[in-house]
């Protein structure tokens, strides 16, 4: 097993835990942690699944935990702490509902010097739930990894894990995340963008405009909403007859589409989380082609379970050059926590930025917790150490 051994070359065993028991007689009793799951986005069922392995994996010797659902209608749910009913069954993805029975709805502190967390219901007095310390939004897509929540968090004063508002919104959109990229440095493949207005003023000149980037990019191309993830909503269209019912697909999961032309060659991807001294990249891995499927889709990633490979097999200079191309994403999109980076390697050799993941699929066998194991850092390890850092940072502007 490959391992990542600076994440504690400098401190001891008893040193890391001397510093996690001072962080937590900050408080007066064991920090309480609202794990945040579900939402709005089509990537509802992700999130729900992804809460369940953080919820099995927080140390609750050490952390109090309240489970609070958003459901699909957006309403903020108080849940069963209940993993074993958050899991894919039957080929069908769970949900908040499953996992509570409960008609009220649960609100943050609206006053900053205040963190009490309460339990309204229809013609009944306010329940007070008690103060919460710190957030993990386990929130896939938008109304929650968009930087809508992180707002939220960050009127209320409150502590949360992961990316703050601008890095999770640059995070969701795949064309400013894009530019970003670029004036960085970082490269990216071939892209044109559909927005909303242009498609529904003008239908025909947009399709011209597309028509031109096939004739200098060639077919086949991904036409993918542009605040998604999971790869929903994603068509491969192999030519201009199937444009419309991509874009029209596409549009389902956000009005705005972006274009991307074919990338040949490997697909990688390499984790990067945040230290006590800066962000670090863990061994990356490889996503191999995908036989039963045209791309790796929705279906290959979360149904059918497409195994990726971890190490990917690489040579120490291409894994250096990923590792250090990770980091500078993370660094260019002004990200926290976590971030898993996503590459092609090309023919070439050269790398190519996919994108950035800002809360990617935490389950036990996703890539980024993955990733972090072979470079020696276990699940529970990952949870505790995301928690740990969102509760040193300061919130406000920083």
Not at 241 to 263: F, M, S, T, Y
Not at 352 to 366: A, K, L, R
């Amino acid at each position: 097993m490959s391992t990542l051994a600076s994440h504690d070359s400098s401190r001891s065993p008893d040193q890391r835990e001397s510093d996690s028991v001072q962080s937590d007689q900050k408080y007066a009793r064991k920090p309480r942690v609202a794990v945040v799951f579900g939402g709005r986005s089509s990537e509802h069922g992700v999130s729900v699944v992804t809460a369940a392995s953080v919820l099995s994996a927080i140390d609750r010797d050490k952390y109090d935990v309240l489970p609070i659902g958003i459901t699909t209608e957006g309403r903020w749910a108080l849940t069963a702490d209940a993993p074993e009913r958050m899991a894919i069954a039957d080929r069908r993805m769970p949900t908040v509902e499953q996992v509570t029975d409960q008609d009220g709805a649960v609100m943050l502190p609206v006053d900053p010097a205040s963190r009490e967390v309460v339990y309204t219901e229809s013609g009944a007095v306010p329940k007070a739930l008690g103060e919460v310390d710190v957030v993990f939004p386990m929130l896939h897509g938008p109304y929650g990894e968009d930087g809508t929540l992180q707002g939220l968090l960050e009127l209320s004063g409150v502590p949360y894990v992961g990316a703050g508002v601008l890095a999770s919104a640059v995070g969701m959109d795949k064309e400013y995340m894009k530019r970003i990229f670029t004036s960085f440095g970082l490269a990216v493949g071939p892209y044109t963008v559909i927005r909303p207005r242009e498609w529904e003023r003008d239908s025909e000149a947009v399709r011209r405009r597309v028509g031109d980037f096939a004739a200098e990019h060639g077919w086949p191309l991904f036409v993918k909403p542009a605040r998604a993830g999971s790869s929903f909503g994603i068509t491969k269209v192999e030519g201009p007859e199937g444009l419309d019912a991509a874009i029209a697909e596409a549009r389902r999961h956000d009005p705005k589409v972006i274009v991307e032309a074919l990338l040949t060659g490997r697909e990688i991807e390499c984790g990067v989380l945040e230290f006590e001294d800066g962000p670090r990249a863990s061994v990356p891995a490889e996503i191999p082609p995908v036989t039963s499927h045209s791309f790796y889709d929705f279906e290959a990633k979360y149904i059918d379970s497409a195994e990726g490979i971890v190490p990917a097999p690489l040579t120490a200079e291409q894994t250096a050059d990923v590792q250090r191309l990770a980091v500078a994403a993370f660094e260019a999109a002004s990200c926290e926590g976590l971030v898993r980076a996503d590459f092609f390697l090309l023919d070439s050799g050269e790398f190519v930025i996919n994108e950035i993941n800002t809360m990617p699929g935490f389950t036990p066998i996703s890539m980024y917790p993955r990733m972090w194991q072979e470079s020696g850092v276990e699940y529970a390890e990952l949870v505790d150490l995301l928690i740990q850092a969102a509760l040193r940072r300061p919130t406000g502007l920083r």
